[in-house]
């Protein structure tokens, strides 16, 4: 079941609140969603969100990591099985978590992993909303709202021709972006204080007396991990750190850990962006808009389109309408 809600977030950041009021309003539309976030951004509690807000709440969320089952086994396990499907098989067969999810919603994560010959059956199963046990003939109805999420670009995967195209229509009726913690700075010290406090409700206390010096210091690194990384990079610290010890050491410590981070994050290269183009005319067509601001971001693309005011799925387009020109 799904135990996190909208009232459980508590952001200072406008730029997430507001992602907040959108995902409230796709909740109460039963069409498919899409969130797209890079690893540790909170996606799954975001879909359990949505869920709690939407007129399904009152019945099953069903979890499926479509990366961390075999794909020899995923057929299997979402679409479920007869008696004697193969070897191995559980007597009397077994649901799949399309039929668990019945009148509820399925949160299909890490959707980009699926091979294109799943996607295919997939495709087929959300279209129609029925399905057939593996070793079955016998067609079975469902009722369940579909919440994808991945850390790809899934426009990007389209291109490549690595997902299928009417699968992602199929899928992004609604599609929401959750931004990265470097993009909302205003949250990171609430949010470690937060993780701090499960543990040390004392010390938690005494950091907010310095809360500027650390927040300063927080924000040095870009958590390319999320929410997930400081929640980690707390429990590392309150583990770490001397029961009776000072304040003062404390923060050393973080200072510590947090210039290990960035040396760490310094020494992968980073991806070259492409040079801006002018167009014949001497100014910057959109190629040449988008290509400025990738070398501002240095290549992160999430971050280029929140300075064009656009989405990733909307950059990628105009990149690959470029590409298709020349």
Not at 83 to 99: D, I, L, P, S
Not at 258 to 285: C, F, H, L, M, N
Request: hydrophobic fraction near 40%; include cysteine.
């Amino acid at each position: 079941m799904a135990k996190y809600r909208f009232s459980d977030y508590d952001s200072r950041s406008p730029l997430f609140e507001q992602m907040i009021k959108t995902a409230q309003k796709f909740a109460l539309s039963d069409d498919n969603v899409v969130i797209l976030g890079e690893t540790g951004a909170g996606k799954e509690v975001l879909a359990q969100s949505i869920h709690n807000h939407s007129r399904r709440a009152n019945n099953p969320f069903v979890a499926v990591n479509c990366s961390a089952i075999s794909e020899s086994l995923l057929e299997s396990e979402l679409f479920g099985y007869d008696e004697g499907a193969f070897t191995g098989a559980r007597k009397g067969g077994k649901q799949g978590y399309f039929e668990v999810a019945h009148k509820g919603t399925i949160f299909l994560d890490e959707i980009g992993e699926l091979s294109l010959p799943l996607q295919s059956k997939l495709l087929r199963v959300i279209q129609e909303r029925q399905l057939i046990h593996v070793g079955g003939s016998k067609v079975i109805n469902f009722d369940a709202r579909v919440i994808a999420a991945t850390n790809r670009n899934l426009w990007e995967l389209v291109q490549q021709k690595s997902f299928r195209e009417d699968l992602y229509y199929r899928l992004a009726v609604l599609e929401l972006e959750l931004p990265p913690l470097r993009r909302r700075q205003e949250d990171i010290f609430p949010l470690f204080v937060g993780f701090i406090v499960r543990k040390n409700s004392l010390l938690a206390a005494r950091l907010e007396d310095r809360k500027a010096e650390i927040e300063q210091l927080l924000c040095r690194h870009d958590w390319p991990g999320n929410v997930r990384e400081l929640e980690n990079f707390a429990k590392m610290l309150m583990a770490t750190a001397e029961p009776d010890g000072s304040v003062d050491n404390f923060v050393a410590l973080m200072r510590h850990e947090i210039e290990r981070r960035r040396r760490r994050a310094a020494s992968v290269e980073t991806p070259k962006a492409p040079q801006a183009a002018p167009d014949a005319r001497g100014d910057e067509s959109e190629y040449g808009r988008i290509c400025s601001a990738l070398v501002a971001c240095e290549g992160n693309y999430t971050r280029a389109a929140a300075m064009l005011g656009m989405s990733r799925v909307t950059l990628w387009r105009h990149l690959k309408a470029y590409q298709n020109s020349k």
